[in-house]
């Protein structure tokens, strides 16, 4: 497992931009999947974006496509997730997940590794 520290929430006018960043203990960073998962109040936590170990792939939920960019830095221990035009409805907490493999950050069924989330807050 690594640890993971996510920094960057704060609160935004809507059609702003926020940058989220997820930072990793652990030499084998580069070899986990990631992803970012969010949770508004008093909802289910709700799959974001994920990315592959190389960063070669990515995948958005429909909710933030053509908005939001994850990425990853493997020689930074860090990913992170661009969020640009930002609406109301992106309120919630953002955690940041890894795990050995991809499929559990697409199924959000045992993933290894928890982020202790940061707040986003979108005022309209």
């Known amino acids: 497992q690594v640890q993971l520290v996510e920094s960057g929430g704060g609160l935004v006018q809507a059609g702003g931009s926020l940058r989220l960043s997820c930072a990793a203990s652990?030499?084998?960073?580069?070899?986990?999947?990631m992803g970012w998962f969010r949770q508004a109040p008093g909802k289910e936590r709700k799959f974001v974006a994920a990315?592959?170990?190389?960063?070669?792939?990515?995948y958005y939920a429909d909710s933030v496509k053509g908005r939001f960019t994850i990425s990853r830095d493997n020689a930074k221990n860090t990913m992170y997730l661009q969020m640009n035009s930002l609406k109301s409805e992106d309120t919630a907490v953002y955690y940041c997940?890894?795990?050995?493999?991809?499929?559990?950050?697409?199924?959000?069924?045992?993933?290894?590794?928890w982020g202790q989330g940061t707040q986003v807050t979108v005022s309209s």
């Open positions: 997940a890894a795990d050995e493999n991809l499929m559990p950050i697409a199924t959000m069924v045992g993933i290894g590794s």
């Open positions: 652990g030499r084998r960073f580069s070899s986990y999947a």
């Open positions: 990315i592959n170990w190389s960063g070669g792939s990515t």
